[in-house]
Structures are given as C-alpha cells and as structure tokens.
Nanobody
Framework: QVQLVESGGGLVQPGGSLRLSCAAS????????MGWYRQAPGKQRELVAA???????NYADSVKGRFTISRDNAKKMVNLQMNSLKPEDTAVYYC?????????WGQGTQVTVSS
C-alpha cells in the first residue's frame, strides 16, 4: 500500500515562508513525477509545481519566482519551498505522485497566509 505523508503547513504572515515536505512509503517503484497541487475554498484543485523524473520543473504562473520544488529520489520525497507568501496562496496543499502503478495523493496540509 502506498502512502504519501505531508508536513509543514501552517499559519504565516504575508511575505513569510513555509516549507512543505512529502514522503512516499510503500511499494512504489517507478515514479514518473512528483508535485504539489492546491485547492482554495470554492475553487478547483490546481497544479502548483511538478518535477518529472529527469525533466524540467513546471510551475503555475502565480508562484513562479516565489516557490521552489525539489525532489530526493532516494528518499522518495518532494519538497516545496514557499517564499514571499501572499493571502491568495491560502489553500489546502496536496502532494501528488504519478507512477507506473497509477496516481497517488496525500491527505492535504493547510496553508494559511494572513496577518
């Protein structure tokens, strides 16, 4: 059974930083891509950033220059460094892994940007 465990969400003031981490456990063999999505209240889930295996990173326009995604293949981890956070970044953030066995999602972690 594959599980994705997220950590690092919380409350931060505008302009602040947070780092999200996601660790995959279980029998997962060929990971194609790892990434982060988010869903704000009343809105659809959207891609924040993704990093395919051996490929270039992909960011939503709204986070380019502020967020950085990184991945550790040996540890099956993906991280999202979020800087210069804005109130509009407030959402539940979900870790996503695409593998040869299918797509997997984390349980979500709340990020709230507010003064």
């Amino acid at each position: 059974q594959v599980q994705l465990v997220e950590s690092g969400g919380g409350l931060v003031q505008p302009g602040g930083s947070l780092r999200l981490s996601c660790a995959a456990s279980g029998s997962i063999f060929s990971i194609y891509s790892m990434g982060w999505y988010r869903q704000a209240p009343g809105k659809q889930r959207e891609l924040v950033a993704a990093i395919p295996d051996g490929g270039s990173t992909n960011y939503a326009d709204s986070v380019k220059g502020r967020f950085t995604i990184s991945r550790d293949n040996a540890k099956k981890m993906v991280n999202l460094q979020m800087n210069s956070l804005k109130p509009e970044d407030t959402a539940v953030y979900y870790c996503h892994v695409r593998s040869n066995q299918g797509d997997y999602w984390g349980q979500g972690t709340q990020v709230t940007v507010s003064s």
